[in-house]
C-alpha cells in the first residue's frame, strides 16, 4: 500500500472546507459517515466550529492527548485508477508528488484486498495532511498514547493495518481474527487491543514484533471497547447478546458479566473510572452500571443512542442516534438531556481534543 497526497492536496476532488475561526479550545470531531464529512464542535455546547469535508464514509476516528494528529478511516473502497486522476497540489512539485504516490515496497494485507484510504489530520486545525492507501475498507481506527502508532480495522480483511505516524506510511499488517470491529490502547503505547465480532474474542496485538501475544475470550460479538489502564480492565460490548464482560488483562479471565439487554453498542468509562456508560441501541436507552456495587441504572433516549463518548472537564456526554441526524449533549451526573445539535447523515466514532 502507499501514501497519497499531502497538505494542500484535494482528495477525489474535495478539499477542507473551513466555515468559521479555527480558534478553539476543547472541540469534539464527529464524523459523519455517508455525508464524507467530520463536524467539529464546542464541546460545551455543541456548537459548529467547522465542517472538514473530502473524506468519503468517515466512520472511525481517533487521536490521543497531546498528539497532535487525527487518523481518519473510510469505511468505502476506491477504484485506484479515481486516486491516479487527483489533481497535482498547488505548490507541490511533481517529483514530490510522484514520491507521496508511490507503493509501498511490498504488498501489504490479505491476496485481493481492496483500496481504502487512510486519512491524518491535523489535531488543531482539522487540515487534511496525508491519505495513505490501505488494504480495504476502515472501520474502526486508533492512536497510540505516544503518537508513534496508528491501527485500522478491517473487517472484511480479518486483520489490522499499522501506521508508523512519525513518517506517515503503513508499515505493517497482523491478521487478528474474523471481522476486526474496535481497537483501544492502554498506558503501553506498543500494544494494542482488538475485538473480533466474528469470532468472539479480544486480540492482544504486538505492534513491535507485529504479532498476535494472545487471544482472550470474549462472548459472541465483541465490538466496542474500553480499557482501565489503572486497574488493568478491559470492557467489552458484546453487542448482539446484549451484556459487557469485564475482563482482567493479567489473568485474561472474564471476571465479571452485564446484562444489559437488546443490541448494545458505545461503551464509555466516567473519569472517575467508577461507572461504565452503554448505549442500548436496541431498547432506547443508555444505561449506567456502578463498577463498585455492580447495580444498573437506565434512562430512556430515543431514537437508537449509538456512539458515545465522555467529554472532560466538562461533566458532559455526547451520544449519537443511528436513527436520526443529531448528537445529545448529556449530564454525566445524571444522563439528563441538556441540549442536542444536528449532524449530516449519523455521527460515529466521536473524539475529544484540545
Given amino acids: 500500500m502507499g ?48 465542517r472538514i469535508e473530502g473524506l468519503e464514509a468517515v ?14 478511516g473510510s469505511y468505502a473502497e476506491v477504484d485506484r485508477e479515481d486516486i491516479a486522476e487527483t489533481s497535482l497540489p498547488e505548490g507541490v512539485t511533481a517529483d514530490e508528488h510522484a514520491g507521496h504516490h508511490a507503493p509501498a515496497a511490498k504488498p ?11 486519512s491524518i489530520l491535523d489535531a488543531e486545525t482539522g487540515e487534511i495532511l496525508r491519505r495513505i492507501e490501505v488494504p480495504g475498507a476502515v472501520h474502526h481506527t486508533a492512536v497510540s ?25 503503513m508499515t505493517g499488517w497482523v491478521a487478528t481474527g474474523s471481522m476486526p470491529n474496535y481497537a483501544v490502547f492502554g ?17 492482544e496485538v ?5 504479532i498476535v501475544r494472545r487471544n482472550l475470550f470474549a462472548g459472541l460479538a465483541p465490538e466496542h471497547l474500553v480499557l482501565d489502564s489503572v486497574s488493568g480492565t478491559l470492557y467489552v460490548a458484546d453487542s448482539d447478546d446484549g451484556q459487557v464482560l469485564e475482563l482482567a488483562l493479567e489473568s485474561g479471565e472474564t471476571s ?13 468509562l466516567t473519569e472517575d473510572r467508577t461507572q461504565l456508560i452503554v448505549a442500548g441501541r436496541g431498547e432506547d436507552k443508555v444505561v449506567v452500571i456502578d463498577l463498585a456495587g455492580s447495580s444498573i441504572s437506565t434512562v430512556s433516549l430515543a431514537p437508537e443512542p449509538y456512539h458515545l463518548t465522555n467529554v472532560p472537564g466538562t461533566g458532559r456526554l455526547f451520544v449519537s442516534s443511528r436513527a436520526e441526524p443529531k448528537v445529545w449533549i448529556l449530564d454525566a ?16 466514532q466521536m473524539v475529544v481534543m484540545n
Wanted: glycine share 14%.
Fill in 3 to 50: 501514501i497519497i497526497g499531502f497538505t494542500k492536496s484535494l482528495s477525489l476532488a474535495s478539499a477542507l472546507v473551513l466555515t468559521g475561526s479555527v480558534a478553539f479550545a476543547q472541540t469534539v470531531f464527529v464524523p459523519e459517515g455517508s455525508a464524507n464529512s467530520i463536524l467539529m464542535v464546542n464541546a460545551t455546547t455543541g456548537d459548529m466550529i467547522n
Fill in 59 to 72: 466512520h472511525g476516528l481517533a487521536g490521543a492527548p497531546g498528539v497532535p494528529v487525527l487518523v481518519a
Fill in 108 to 118: 501489504m494485507g490479505p491476496a485481493g484486498a481492496g483500496l481504502s484510504l487512510l
Fill in 145 to 169: 498514547p505516544d503518537g508513534r502508532f496508528a491501527v485500522a480495522t478491517h473487517p472484511s480483511g480479518d486483520g489490522i493495518s499499522v501506521i508508523d505516524l512519525k513518517t506517515m506510511a
Fill in 187 to 203: 498506558t503501553d503505547p506498543g500494544i494494542v487491543y482488538v475485538s473480533n465480532a466474528g469470532n468472539g474474542t479480544v486480540s
Fill in 206 to 210: 504486538d505492534l513491535e514484533r507485529q
Fill in 256 to 268: 465479571r458479566s452485564f446484562e444489559i439487554g437488546g443490541e448494545i453498542h458505545g461503551i464509555e
Fill in 333 to 348: 451526573s445524571d444522563l439528563s438531556v441538556i441540549g442536542e445539535f444536528a449532524v449530516e447523515s449519523v455521527g460515529h
